[in-house]
T-cell receptor, first 113, second 110 residues
Framework: NAGVMQNPRHLVRRRGQEARLRCSPM?????VYWYRQLPEEGLKFMVYLQKENIIDESGMPKERFSAEFPKEGPSILRIQQVVRGDSAAYFC???????????FGSGTRLTVV | GIQVEQSPPDLILQEGANSTLRCNFS?????LQWFHQNPWGQLINLFY???GTKQNGRLSATTVATERYSLLYISSSQTTDSGVYFC????????????FGQGTTLQVKP
């Protein structure tokens, strides 16, 4: 079992470009969560998804950010028109059931230049 | 929303020493987890412990849910224990959303 796979590990984007972060959950896990960690801070919840459904997006910025977890393929966190303040580590977690047994990926470190 | 406070914010230990990290939370929870983020940024799940006591090698954790706190004990610390320790809770009836504390940064010196 390869665990939660995130790619890329590091991503550099210029201001105004789009960033796409991918997350493949653990085998058998149908619940996916995205968190953001700003420098020197704890992780902040962004969004909780199940296959083809957004369950809770209360932590997502209202503009430029979107997430999906299609029937086939990885979950995608998409950031349009990136700004310097989007620079952070983005972590994905998955679980077999809601609220139990979270496993985190290694994160994607986004740098906006 | 629920508040999660960790103490101390920073801790420096000599190798071999013991330590206790604390996590206070402001509301009843149905999930509490301790994580270790190593210096490379990887986040490792240490304990799922909404109540009671668990032990895993040199680490153990106790959560007293009625008093809304949890403790993480590290015994005979090693340099590989260095990193940031996070406590995260999930509010009762609100699944799928972990609230993280600000973390305790631990440095173990050889």
């Amino acid at each position: 079992n390869a665990g939660v796979m995130q790619n890329p590990r590091h991503l550099v984007r210029r201001r105004g470009q789009e960033a796409r972060l991918r997350c493949s959950p653990m085998k058998g896990h149908s619940h996916v969560y995205w968190y953001r960690q700003l420098p020197e801070e704890g992780l902040k919840f962004m969004v909780y998804l199940q296959k083809e459904n957004i369950i809770d997006e209360s932590g997502m910025p209202k503009e430029r950010f979107s997430a999906e977890f299609p029937k086939e393929g990885p979950s995608i966190l998409r950031i349009q028109q990136v700004v310097r303040g989007d620079s952070a580590a983005y972590f994905c977690a998955s679980s077999p059931t809601a609220g139990r047994g979270y496993t985190f990926g290694s994160g994607t470190r986004l740098t906006v230049v | 929303g629920i508040q999660v406070e960790q103490s101390p914010p920073d801790l420096i230990l000599q190798e071999g020493a013991n330590s206790t990290l604390r996590c206070n939370f402001s509301d009843s929870v149905n999930n509490l987890q301790w994580f270790h983020q190593n210096p490379w940024g990887q986040l490792i799940n240490l304990f799922y412990i909404p109540s009671g006591t668990k032990q895993n090698g040199r680490l153990s954790a106790t959560t007293v849910a009625t008093e809304r706190y949890s403790l993480l004990y590290i015994s005979s610390s090693q340099t590989t224990d260095s990193g940031v320790y996070f406590c995260a809770v999930e509010r009762s009836g609100n699944t799928g959303k972990l609230i993280f504390g600000q973390g305790t940064t631990l440095q173990v010196k050889p």
